[in-house]
């Protein structure tokens, strides 16, 4: 069984939680083209690397940040997305 720690809940069975993707800034809506709104819908990029992605815990309804090995897929670490924004 492979655990997950959530910053909220402590270490949990995976298959409780649910993967959001990449955090990615989104385009300004109004000086964004249909063809680039298009591309940052519907295009993943695909790359190796340690990416930071939206994770949630499903019973609690927990959203929180995760960074992740594209290459092994471990997690290397989870915190809440408030420190994020501390840090910006």
Not at 14 to 36: C, H, L, M, W, Y
Not at 45 to 58: D, P, Q, S, T
Not at 61 to 82: G, K, P, Q, W
Request: aromatic fraction near 12%; glycine fraction near 4%; charged fraction near 30%.
């Amino acid at each position: 069984m492979k655990l997950l720690t959530c910053p909220m809940n402590g270490p949990r069975n995976i298959d409780e939680f649910q993967s959001f993707g990449p955090v990615r800034a989104r385009p300004d809506p109004n000086a964004t083209a249909d063809k680039e709104w298009s591309r940052h819908l519907f295009r993943a990029e695909n790359r190796k690397g340690i990416v930071l992605e939206w994770w949630r815990h499903v019973p609690s309804n927990y959203f929180f940040l995760a960074e992740r090995d594209l290459v092994s897929n471990e997690i290397i670490r989870t915190f809440d997305a408030s420190q994020l924004r501390d840090r910006a």
